[in-house]
């Protein structure tokens, strides 16, 4: 008896013509086509759409993996007859095997996001905490590694399942990325699409070993700074629209005085005036500050005072950024210079606009120009390099004394720093000064 009359006899059967699959998801990644109690016939053909892969597992086993096309189901093809035999082993459980067909299309707009702040070093701001948002798109280039590695036996395996791993990868990564990548806070904006091409380069070898995808696209939608961070660039980006701040204050002044002047709901014309009057001399007494003292006309402007002009205000104090002992802080030039002059042995971390990074302030010549100069070492103080019955070594002016007065007879030699050669201890007069003068003779 042949195997599909065997098949046809099995009472339970339920021939298959037609394998195949519409997915009416968004978000299915792989589906187990449902073969209990059910036989394929000689004559079945299994359809495999554009965007899909079928895999075949014979016994636990894979046994074929399907591109999209149209098969027949031939028992002569050997893959399909492995199958086939473990469908119908003894008829006792006819199905071992099972047939998956897995989305092989782009799986798109996934969000990601951090779930806490990334602390990263800027070289303006120093340390600073950025959150970040995007979207990422992969697929499923290698079904036979994704059913082995993440799908197991699962039935209905969908993004769902996998996207929360994908996202701790690649957050998990981003802030490496960002670290090696050097870019100033203020210009990461421009190098986004770098930043997630770079990201998704690195990782994709690791995703295609570990979970058979491929990811496609990495967008940086938004980087964003601490909310006090942006208030602070909010106020130094306002000064620098507003520019003279002066100008900006009397130019405020004057349109309150030319709204005053139109009020007409003040009790008329005499009570206009008079509040014309006062709130021009009130205003005018503050514009004419430095340019001597003045009255209000409404018709003529400020009148009188004949004061020379105020001189122009101060230069602005050299700030520098400032990183030791007692944190991080901005200082003038001379409070920076009054604490390495405390703390001359300390570390102090220095930066202004211009430098490619922090530098110790040793090394910046306008600050050590401020340091007192060291004074030099008071005679005696500076060491010996000594040669003698003692040894060879560095000794202090005492220690070569006690060493000659020990064997006033043997040969002592010294040398220092800037001498042509060595010295005998005779011909240096601080330490012959210490000697004493010399015994007498031996006698004949």
């Known amino acids: 008896m042949g195997l599909w009359d065997t098949l046809k006899k099995h009472a339970g059967a339920q021939f298959l013509e037609v394998i195949d699959w519409m997915d009416d998801s968004k978000d299915t990644l792989v589906y187990r086509y449902p073969t209990f109690n059910q036989a394929i016939t000689d004559n079945s053909k299994l359809v495999v759409r554009e965007g899909q892969a079928v895999v075949f597992v014979a016994e636990g086993r894979l046994s074929e993996v399907f591109a999209p096309g149209t098969y027949p189901l031939d028992t002569k093809n050997a893959p399909i007859m492995r199958f086939f035999q473990s469908i119908v082993y003894k008829l006792e459980e006819p199905y071992k095997g099972d047939i998956y067909f897995v989305n092989t299309r782009q799986f798109m707009e996934n969000g990601w996001g951090t779930a806490t702040p990334i602390m990263l070093r800027d070289a303006e701001f120093g340390p600073v905490r950025v959150r970040a948002?995007?979207?990422?798109?992969?697929?499923?280039?290698?079904?036979?590694t994704f059913l082995r590695q993440i799908v197991g036996t699962d039935g209905l395996f969908t993004t769902d399942e996998i996207n929360g791993q994908l996202k701790k990868k690649l957050v998990g990564n981003l802030a490496a990325v960002i670290g090696k990548a050097r870019i100033a806070i203020l210009d990461l904006a421009a190098s986004y699409a770098e930043l997630g091409d770079q990201l998704r380069d690195q990782l994709n070898p690791s995703f295609a070993e570990s979970y058979g995808i491929t990811l496609t696209d990495f967008t940086i939608q938004s980087i964003?700074?601490?909310?006090?961070?942006?208030?602070?660039?909010?106020?130094?980006?306002?000064?620098?629209?507003?520019?003279?701040?002066?100008?900006?204050?009397?130019?405020?002044?004057?349109?309150?005085?030319?709204?005053?002047?139109?009020?007409?709901g003040m009790g008329g014309l005499g009570a206009s005036m008079g509040v014309g009057f006062g709130l021009g001399n009130q205003i005018g007494a503050q514009m004419g500050a430095g340019q001597g003292a003045g009255v209000f006309n409404p018709n003529q402007g400020l009148m009188g005072g004949g004061a020379p002009p105020a001189p122009p205000p101060p230069p602005p104090v050299d700030v520098w950024h400032y990183s030791g002992a007692a944190g991080q802080m901005q200082l003038s030039t001379a409070d920076l210079a009054a604490r390495m002059q405390a703390d001359p042995n300390g570390q102090h971390m220095v930066w202004k606009a211009g430098f490619p990074a922090w530098k110790n302030a040793k090394e910046v010549p306008e600050l050590m120009a401020l340091m007192p100069a060291a004074p030099p070492p008071l005679p005696g103080a500076q060491p010996y390099h000594y040669n003698g019955p003692a040894g060879q070594g560095t000794k202090t002016l005492d220690e070569v004394v006690a060493a000659v007065s020990s064997n006033p007879s043997g040969a002592h030699h010294v040398w220092q720093a800037g001498w042509p050669g060595w010295k005998k201890v005779q011909e240096v007069p601080e330490i012959a000064s210490r000697l004493g003068p010399p015994g007498p003779p031996p006698l004949p």
Do not use: C, Q, W
């Open 133 to 144: 948002y995007g979207v990422f798109s992969y697929r499923i280039t290698d079904p036979a």
């Open 224 to 264: 964003s700074l601490p909310e006090e961070v942006e208030k602070a660039l909010d106020t130094r980006t306002k000064m620098g629209l507003l520019g003279n701040l002066d100008a900006y204050t009397k130019m405020k002044a004057a349109d309150a005085i030319e709204i005053a002047a139109k009020n007409p």
